[in-house]
């Protein structure tokens, strides 16, 4: 367990009593039908191992030598949006990072203000899901640190993040538990192969969440906010191609 995950953060974030022992708590949120049904079964066994015996496991680290020559782009790569075009042409020095929702200090962050943040640099392998993978090095803030900021409720059981692209006027949207929330390596990235990061890969600010596959790592994040649940997010499997498609919410590698 890392010292920024408490066992009380960890429980709280799985639902469940701060007394509860971990083992009988994962098995507590296996007896909760909409969290069951929400997930497939081979879905929910996936999860459920990863939290008993890997909540804190790293994915693996590369050095700089490993970094791919070439980091193809997938998904959207330039919003649409007037309003994001505007922040782009202004290099987005007027641009906001939003966290609201369950937190008791909701947050309005300048890039600026987030590159003052102390910042973690990490080279990881980018997993997609349509079979290709890149090494990376990514630069941005812990996650941790900006809930810690924005004083996270203790009814928040995920973390969704807006996009500012779209699919045929559906926003992107991603979301995540709390124990990838507050992993070490889960950063808002301003920065990819020690260059701030190119329009085509998310700017100014993009996701990872390194232990996931590809399309959990929201790129172009406006807002980012916390929940009770994932109901009443897009039509509640917890993403967009968990909703527009049959991919699954947790995608752990
Ligand atoms: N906002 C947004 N985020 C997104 C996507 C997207 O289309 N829009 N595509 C996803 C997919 S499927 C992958 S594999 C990665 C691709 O990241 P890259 O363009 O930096 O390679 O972004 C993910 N995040
Ligand atoms: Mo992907």
């Given at each position: 367990?890392?010292?920024?995950?408490?066992?009380?953060?960890?429980?709280?974030?799985?639902?469940?009593?701060?007394?509860?022992?971990?083992?009988?708590?994962?098995?507590?949120?296996?007896?909760?039908?909409?969290?069951?049904?929400?997930?497939?079964?081979?879905?929910?066994?996936?999860?459920?191992?990863?939290?008993?015996?890997?909540?804190?496991?790293?994915?693996?680290?590369?050095?700089?030598?490993?970094?791919?020559?070439?980091?193809?782009?997938?998904?959207?790569?330039?919003?649409?949006?007037?309003?994001?075009?505007?922040?782009?042409?202004?290099?987005?020095?007027?641009?906001?990072?939003?966290?609201?929702?369950?937190?008791?200090?909701?947050?309005?962050?300048?890039?600026?203000?987030?590159?003052?943040?102390?910042?973690?640099?990490?080279?990881?392998?980018?997993?997609?899901?349509?079979?290709?993978?890149?090494?990376?090095?990514?630069?941005?803030?812990?996650?941790?640190?900006?809930?810690?900021?924005?004083?996270?409720?203790?009814?928040?059981?995920?973390?969704?993040?807006?996009?500012?692209?779209?699919?045929?006027?559906?926003?992107?949207?991603e979301s995540i538990d709390l124990?990838?929330?507050?992993?070490?390596?889960t950063i808002l990235?301003?920065?990819?192969?020690?260059?701030?990061?190119?329009?085509?890969?998310?700017?100014?600010?993009?996701?990872?969440?390194?232990?996931?596959?590809?399309?959990?790592?929201?790129?172009?994040?406006?807002?980012?906010?916390?929940?009770?649940?994932?109901?009443?997010?897009?039509?509640?499997?917890?993403?967009?191609?968990?909703?527009?498609?049959?991919?699954?919410?947790?995608?752990?590698?």
């Amino acid at each position: 367990m890392t010292d920024r995950l408490s066992r009380r953060r960890l429980l709280t974030g799985l639902g469940l009593a701060v007394s509860t022992p971990l083992l009988s708590a994962c098995d507590r949120l296996g007896q909760s039908p909409a969290f069951r049904g929400f997930l497939g079964t081979g879905e929910w066994l996936s999860y459920r191992v990863q939290r008993l015996i890997g909540a804190s496991a790293m994915a693996t680290e590369y050095p700089q030598s490993q970094l791919s020559p070439q980091f193809r782009t997938n998904g959207n790569t330039r919003p649409a949006s007037a309003e994001y075009q505007r922040h782009a042409a202004e290099s987005f020095t007027h641009w906001h990072l939003v966290i609201d929702g369950l937190v008791d200090a909701p947050q309005s962050l300048s890039l600026a203000s987030l590159r003052r943040m102390p910042a973690r640099t990490q080279i990881t392998r980018h997993d997609c899901v349509e079979g290709w993978s890149a090494i990376g090095q990514w630069t941005g803030v812990p996650l941790a640190a900006l809930l810690d900021r924005a004083q996270l409720h203790p009814d928040a059981r995920f973390i969704v993040f807006h996009c500012a692209d779209d699919f045929r006027g559906t926003q992107y949207y991603e979301s995540i538990d709390l124990v990838d929330a507050f992993h070490p390596q889960t950063i808002l990235a301003y920065g990819m192969n020690g260059k701030d990061l190119p329009m085509g890969h998310g700017a100014p600010l993009r996701l990872r969440v390194e232990r996931q596959l590809g399309y959990k790592h929201a790129k172009f994040v406006m807002r980012v906010e916390a929940v009770r649940s994932l109901d009443t997010i897009g039509r509640g499997r917890g993403g967009y191609w968990e909703d527009q498609g049959d991919y699954d919410w947790y995608a752990g590698i």
